[in-house]
């Protein structure tokens, strides 16, 4: 019943070898290479420069804040990118993760796996979905929606199936996904793309009726319920539903990717619970594990019986230690009522946020869905983020303008009071330097 005794005694039995002083001394001296004066921003030389990485590393969580190596703490306003929505290091997941290591963290999917029977039917109950597939990242679910719809193409005899993606859309960065992604950013390089995708822009429902009216190929419709790394983007409340009745009277599959707005991030368990619909494919990765890496694609209907043995896999997809991580983290957003509490807090900071920054010039819009809140301004802001750094908050930028916010869902009353005012008076402060150097030039 003590929300501390299990972590505590969590941290006690890591404390000999793994103390977080000895942590940093050891990535300052052995890891890095960097001798007693190192700096952080020296540290991942033997990485592939796949990121274009902050000059800051962290030893360790506790809820919605994180700590550096140097004992500097931060208001965690990002989670990993919509990952951590129960907060880091939450001390029931520790002890379920630690329990079920100490049982088995891996059996292999030749045989029956009774954690991920008990995660699909959590899932599909959640969602009204039928069947569940289990892999390790928001790819990955994306690519078995993929193949999903292709297979059913094939099975009505499509010779060629195409399915629907948006302009702006973000799906993954494997071949397949970064070719459904809608950025040129994403994609270059890394010609010849896969083929099989009809492009419209978001939100835009006569350029996808006139692309339905003409392309026999279409067998389903990709799209995020609210477009993230385009910079929070929310839709019509129409839009989406509009798009179901579409597919409803062409036989399409419409196939949902949840990977940022599931996982109760939007204030609902799913984003498309706030419009009434159903998709047939749904696909979720980022908070299901809080952390441990595991994603899903959910399918229902004829879309639940298209793959047969052989025809999809994943080594790790669903192990018994993943899966306790996502039956852990449901129920903790279940037991503390996290959903409510994502809308009416994201609601509270995106009218906090307004009022302090209302007739700031700069601001173009405040928007967004339960706790994934959207900051646009007028120009690029990529700064705010060390701005950021110094006054103990982490933020991220999307989209070159936009503040992005990705809170825990269990933000505390207090640190949600610290977000509104520290995020607005770093834009605040942010925007008047600029008018400032603008008038003296
Ligand atoms: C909507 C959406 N889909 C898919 C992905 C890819 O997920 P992952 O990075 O786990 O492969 C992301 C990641 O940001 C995402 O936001």
Redesign the pocket.
Known sequence: MHPRTDSDKYRRLKTPTFSIARTAAFCRRVLFGAGENGRVGDMMQHVMTTYGRQAIAFSRGDGSWLWDLEGKRYLDCVSG??VTGVGHAHPRLVTAIAAQAGRAMHVSNLYEIPEQEQLAVRLCALAGMDSAFFCN??????EAAIKLARLYGHQKGVESPAIIVMEK??????IA?LSATGSRKVQAGFEPLLTGFVRVPYDDLPALEQVAAVNPNIVAVLV?PV???SGVQVPEDGYIPHLRRICDEKGWLLML?????GMARTGKWFAHQHLGIKPDVM?L??GLGNGF?I?ACLARGAAAHVFTPGTHGSTFGGNPLGCVSALTTLAIIDDEGLVERAGRIGQKIREGIAKSLAGTAGVKEIRGKGLMIGIELDKPCGDLVKRGFEAGLLINVTADTVVRLLPPLNLKDAEVHTLIEGVAGLIKAFLNAGAATAVAR
Do not use: Y
């Open positions: 990118v919509a990242s928001g790819c990955e679910a994306n859309a973000f799906h993954g960065r494997t996904t995020e477009q993230g790394e990717d949840e990977v940022q707005t696909s990765a980022k890496p994603g």
